[in-house]
């Protein structure tokens, strides 16, 4: 894939929101879904920033650490666990967070 774009980031992350229906709390199980909710409430203050909307230095750390928190938890960044169908859009947006958690880094 060719470098990112932060535009480009966020539109994906955005996609993997949707996708998963991160935003409904009806689509996930009750203990699961407060790690959901507050991964999806870090992907959209990260959106923001990629958007040119810069948080705060503290934020910026706050964010990186929940996008590290959301990588490691949700094993997005095992390629064994990727459903065979959605590999291609989740090596794009591991791809996507990845490149948000340094670009916020900066």
Same mark, same amino acid.
């Given at each position: 894939?060719?470098? @990112?774009?932060? &535009?480009?980031? !966020?539109?994906?992350?955005?996609?993997? *929101?949707?996708?998963?229906?991160? %935003?409904?709390?009806?689509?996930?199980?009750?203990?699961?879904?407060?790690?959901?909710?507050?991964?999806?409430?870090?992907?959209?203050?990260?959106?923001?920033? @990629?958007?040119? &909307?810069?948080? !705060?230095?503290?934020?910026?750390?706050? *964010?990186?650490?929940?996008?590290? %928190?959301?990588?490691?938890?949700?094993?997005?960044?095992?390629?064994?666990?990727?459903?065979?169908?959605?590999?291609?859009?989740?090596?794009?947006?591991?791809?996507?967070?990845?490149?948000?958690?340094?670009?916020?880094?900066?």
């Amino acid at each position: 894939m060719p470098q @990112l774009e932060p &535009k480009q980031a !966020a539109s994906i992350i955005e996609k993997w *929101i949707a996708f998963y229906d991160m %935003d409904n709390a009806k689509a996930w199980d009750k203990d699961d879904y407060p790690f959901i909710q507050s991964s999806c409430k870090v992907m959209r203050s990260a959106i923001q920033a @990629l958007r040119g &909307k810069a948080p !705060a230095p503290n934020e910026r750390r706050k *964010i990186v650490a929940g996008l590290e %928190d959301w990588l490691d938890d949700s094993f997005m960044d095992d390629p064994n666990e990727w459903e065979k169908e959605n590999k291609a859009f989740v090596q794009e947006a591991l791809e996507a967070i990845q490149f948000t958690i340094q670009f916020l880094q900066k």
